[in-house]
């Protein structure tokens, strides 16, 4: 969990990696919906463009289907999921009716004003989809992948006016979920703001391990 640009898809890669289990990224897949403009992309779109969340009844779908692949059958790691109260209950209810729960929840906190500069700045390239930014990570060339020579771009969600309105949706909509999954004594918060990624990520794999060690005791 956290708001946008907090980091969360780099330290899920990282963390699924570790425990070797997919990452299981709601952003990603509506994101390829959308360039392969599928049915659920066209509908997903509109919403995106606009930095407001992809409707509930769609994103609890998305999750159901994705958690029926063979590679999440030992666990998994969201990245992104839920954003909302009730796809937290939702997700509630399909984990009981797996006989599952969760081991914990990973909130990333940073300030605003430094998530505004980390979004706008962010480049994709349009072929690999390998990750920029004009400050903090540069492209060797200018507009130019360094992985694949593709193009670069800034994504609809990713300009500024955008990316205010993502993080008003986060704090309006999103944040109310770090209680509603304290109260279940779930909840591991790290600060992404002032500490470096490889820093961010022993703070979490440590609290993570006190957490099970907890939970199996």
Not at 17 to 39: C, F, H, M, N
Not at 75 to 91: E, N, S
Not at 121 to 148: A, L, M, S, Y
Request: with cysteine; glycine share 8%; aromatic share 8%.
């Amino acid at each position: 969990m956290g708001p946008p640009g907090a980091g969360k898809g780099t330290q899920a890669k990282l963390l699924a990696k570790t425990y070797g289990i997919p990452q299981v990224s709601t952003g990603d897949i509506l994101r390829q919906a959308v360039k392969d403009e599928t049915p659920l992309g066209m509908k997903a779109k509109t919403y995106l463009s606009k930095g407001e969340l992809v409707p509930d009844d769609i994103m609890i779908g998305i999750i159901k289907d994705r958690l029926q692949e063979p590679d999440c059958q030992k666990g998994w790691l969201f990245d992104g999921f839920p954003r909302t109260i009730w796809q937290a209950i939702a997700l509630d209810t399909i984990l009981a009716q797996k006989d599952l729960q969760l081991d914990a929840v990973v909130n990333i906190y940073v300030q605003q004003e430094e998530l505004i500069k980390r979004l706008s700045g962010r480049r994709v390239c349009k072929n690999c989809g390998e990750t920029f930014h004009v400050i903090f990570n540069p492209p060797v060339q200018d507009q130019i992948c360094d992985k694949c020579g593709g193009p670069l771009y800034q994504r609809e969600d990713d300009k500024e006016e955008t990316v205010k309105r993502r993080l008003e949706v986060y704090q309006n909509r999103t944040k109310p979920l770090i209680d509603y999954y304290w109260e279940k004594d779930l909840l591991i918060s790290v600060d992404g703001g002032t500490h470096s990624i490889e820093d961010v990520f022993k703070h979490i794999c440590y609290d993570l391990s006190l957490k099970m060690k907890v939970k199996e005791g």
